[in-house]
């Protein structure tokens, strides 16, 4: 096939033809697909079923300090959760704090106590006339939504394949008190499945911040969620590096086992320095006498250590390849050389990201909706859900079966192009 | 013995005499005893050990509405729940919330998102110049946290023994537009385990606030926790006489089963009308994809309804019963006809109020301590922590075992006894 740029009005107009022919079969067949969120599937969460099992009705509910997890007390966590979860992260167990079901709550409260109360010492964020965030777009729609709730004005960045453009990311920090922190997805980013180089994560741990209450919001999400055996992103510890930078306060960071064990049966916690900790635990301690300590040990008997939970993720992985391989394998049958669509190929993560030719990308999803596929809607992996070109798609292939993902597959390609040959038809 | 107030001062001065040799002796026995916090006792705990039963590596764990709980979704958590939790607040399952490990965060989220967002589309409570709210007093020291924590202004409500003080509260809500809502603990109150009268629940639903945005924090902490079998409070439904009064928005109710389950471990519910569930969601949407199904599930298996739940909670006054009547036992013996201090005979609940001469709480208190028994701190049952009469003390008899009990209410009479008497002799 050639691309479609080289082809004639004619035979586009033959090709759309043919493609709205498809596209009425495919619909006449009901499909009935949702793919709009990085949902873990149902063998993914078969998988940690043997967590159900590590503590019964005779286990001992204390942790080796003698902590009993059935009562209040201990707003840090147990210490063998802290030490698991920093191990998942890199950073020592000081440096963590346990908390919720999840992580964005964390990350939530992080904003919503500076808003209010203001990061250590700094006037709260409410106060001021203006405070901007940093998005490297395309990015996480949920962090978007926080930042929309208090009315924080969010600044696009764009991602390079080295992680976010730090020229431009310095330019900001170092330049506008305003800007109060970036939200940064750093390893197998949302939606791409870009990690941060080494050379970016040093920028970010140099930056000279015009703003002393400037964080950078560090979402370590797939910290430990790879693809392949051999082919693994590793990114540097940031909190490290902003102490050898000599920003040792500058960061939160966040992880949860949402896709490890269940997805928001999990637990979430916040990693940074232990001044930052300090002031985080001033909040937390207003809000709650204490997180789910039953959860933590159940997760720390299941799991036990790294090499535990390095093991469970490989299993993940071994469902999820295959998924990701399909998608990109139809991605790359039905569109490579086509020149309508350019798409990314993660080593780990829950997400493909799909280019469409500008101006498409609402238009495929529309498509696709009315067909039964439901994708993630366009926009949502930009600030105030504006996609400016209107053409990334994020693809969330983890939750279908592999056979309704090839299904959903086949119908997306087959959107894409009768979109684009409209599109191609119209200009 | 006779009344204190009757004894000649030399009779007092041979008293303390002999009190102070008592306090020593006491004292090289080096106790080491928390009686600070309501926190359950281990064979309370022990008690609900089966629950870690009910969920294993074979269980379905879908809803009976085919709900997946170990994945995202489902914000108001599994209907099971909804109607478990309702059931305890004797409301509707569609008027219910489940929410995280306890009320508390779900109290200060209510009271967080009025100040930055506003109550159902009113001005947020932050760009106001003053914010008042009701507080019921003696009280519970966290609901009062929260108001520190976010400036608002805390106005004592006595009570009564049918509840707050309504001609008051009335006069405050139905007068001071600045006044947003008022914490009530309705049933066995903390600390005096009172419950509200029929005609105060009513008074309160018949409220005329000045401000639109005006809510009572309704949290129905004690809401199964009797004690006795055959002499059990019970409270009218706020929810539902509110709207009958025609002031349906008009109040938050909590619950958790932190004292019926695990401590930290349970869930925690909000109530409230369809119209304010609608405005709660909204900012529970930007902080979670949603609670822990999981420990719903695990929850609704176990006590499976309100006659499992209240065969359980009779298990618990079981143990609880006895520790109450060691404790007023010990108050009766050796302080009745005294005339050095008054104490509630709860039905229910977590705590025994005390009320010593005027001005003798805190050093009763830093005696205790002294001896090695930590009471909850002096002026912890009053907004800012200070009891204006310095009287009150919460005894909260619950944790320790009935042998620690007998020596800690040995030690706290003998503390009243020796400041009484000192008190005494100074005026």
């Given at each position: 096939?050639?691309?479609?740029?080289?082809?004639?009005?004619?035979?586009?107009?033959?090709?759309?033809?043919?493609?709205?022919?498809?596209?009425e079969?495919?619909?006449?067949?009901?499909?009935?697909l949702?793919?709009?969120?990085?949902?873990?599937?149902?063998?993914?969460?078969?998988?940690?079923?043997?967590?159900m099992?590590?503590?019964?009705?005779?286990?001992?509910?204390?942790?080796?300090?003698?902590?009993?997890?059935?009562?209040?007390?201990?707003?840090?966590?147990?210490?063998?959760?802290?030490?698991?979860?920093?191990?998942i992260?890199?950073?020592?167990?000081?440096?963590?704090?346990?908390?919720?079901?999840?992580?964005?709550s964390?990350?939530?409260?992080?904003?919503?106590?500076?808003?209010?109360h203001?990061?250590?010492?700094?006037?709260?964020?409410?106060?001021?006339?203006?405070?901007?965030?940093?998005?490297?777009?395309?990015?996480?729609?949920?962090?978007?939504?926080?930042?929309?709730?208090?009315?924080?004005?969010?600044?696009?960045?764009?991602?390079?394949e080295?992680?976010?453009?730090?020229?431009?990311?310095?330019?900001?920090?170092?330049?506008?008190?305003?800007?109060?922190?970036?939200?940064?997805?750093?390893?197998?980013?949302?939606?791409?499945?870009?990690?941060?180089?080494?050379e970016?994560?040093?920028?970010f741990?140099?930056?000279?911040?015009?703003?002393?209450?400037?964080?950078?919001?560090?979402?370590?999400?797939?910290?430990?969620?790879?693809?392949?055996?051999?082919?693994?992103?590793?990114?540097?510890?940031?909190?490290?590096?902003?102490?050898?930078?000599?920003?040792?306060?500058?960061?939160?960071?966040?992880?949860?086992?949402?896709?490890?064990?269940?997805?928001?049966?999990?637990?979430?916690?916040?990693?940074a320095?232990?001044?930052?900790?300090?002031?985080?635990?001033?909040?937390m301690?207003?809000?709650?006498?204490?997180?789910?300590k039953?959860?933590?040990l159940?997760?720390?008997?299941?799991?036990?250590?790294?090499?535990?939970?390095?093991?469970?993720?490989?299993?993940?992985a071994?469902?999820?390849?295959?998924?990701?391989?399909?998608?990109?394998?139809?991605?790359?049958?039905?569109?490579?050389?086509?020149?309508?669509?350019?798409?990314t190929?993660?080593?780990?993560?829950?997400?493909?990201?799909?280019?469409?030719?500008?101006?498409?990308?609402?238009?495929?999803v529309?498509?696709?909706?009315?067909?039964?596929?439901?994708?993630?809607?366009?926009?949502?992996?930009?600030?105030?859900?504006?996609?400016p070109?209107?053409?990334?798609?994020?693809?969330?292939?983890?939750?279908?079966?592999?056979?309704?993902?090839?299904?959903?597959?086949?119908?997306?390609?087959?959107?894409v192009?009768?979109?684009?040959?409209?599109?191609?038809?119209?200009?």
């Open positions: 096939m050639k691309p479609y740029s080289e082809m004639s009005k004619e035979e586009l107009r033959a090709l759309r033809e043919e493609l709205e022919k498809q596209y079969d495919v619909k006449s067949r009901g499909l009935k949702d793919m709009s969120r990085g949902k873990p599937s149902v063998s993914q969460l078969d998988m940690t079923m043997g967590i099992d590590v503590l019964d009705s005779h286990s001992d509910m204390r942790t080796e300090a003698g902590i009993d997890c059935r009562n209040y007390g201990n707003l840090d966590g147990i210490p063998e959760a802290k030490a698991m979860m920093g191990g992260m890199g950073v020592p167990a000081e440096n963590v704090i346990i908390c919720g079901n999840g992580s964005l964390v990350m939530y409260n992080a904003v919503a106590s500076s808003m209010t203001g990061v250590c010492g700094c006037k709260p964020w409410g106060k001021l006339d203006q405070v901007k965030f940093l998005c490297p777009v395309p990015g996480y729609d949920r962090h978007f939504t926080i930042m929309e709730y208090f009315g924080i004005e969010m600044i696009n960045i764009p991602m390079t080295q992680g976010p453009d730090m020229d431009l990311v310095e330019h900001y920090v170092n330049t506008d008190p305003a800007v109060k922190g970036i939200w940064c997805v750093p390893k197998y980013s949302n939606p791409q499945g870009i990690s941060y180089s080494d970016t994560v040093r920028r741990a140099a930056l000279k911040p015009a703003a002393p209450d400037f964080r950078i919001y560090w979402d370590n999400a797939y910290a430990i969620h790879h693809l392949y055996e051999d082919e693994q992103d590793e990114i540097l510890d940031i909190l490290s590096e902003c102490e050898k930078a000599g920003n040792p306060d500058m960061v939160y960071e966040f992880a949860s086992t949402s896709k490890i064990s269940f997805a928001g049966g999990g637990i979430g916690v916040v990693a320095s232990l001044n930052n900790l300090q002031y985080i635990r001033k909040w301690n207003v809000q709650t006498i204490g997180y789910d039953v959860n933590q159940r997760h720390v008997r299941f799991f036990k250590d790294m090499d535990g939970l390095k093991a469970h993720m490989r299993r993940h071994d469902i999820l390849r295959p998924k990701f391989e399909a998608v990109l394998n139809v991605l790359e049958r039905e569109l490579g050389g086509l020149g309508i669509g350019s798409w190929k993660p080593k780990g993560g829950y997400f493909i990201s799909f280019e469409a030719m500008d101006g498409c990308a609402r238009e495929i529309a498509k696709c909706k009315e067909a039964g596929v439901i994708m993630t809607n366009a926009g949502a992996t930009y600030p105030y859900g504006k996609d070109k209107d053409s990334n798609i994020r693809i969330a292939p983890t939750f279908p079966t592999p056979e309704e993902l090839a299904q959903a597959a086949d119908l997306f390609v087959l959107c192009k009768l979109v684009s040959v409209c599109r191609l038809l119209d200009q």
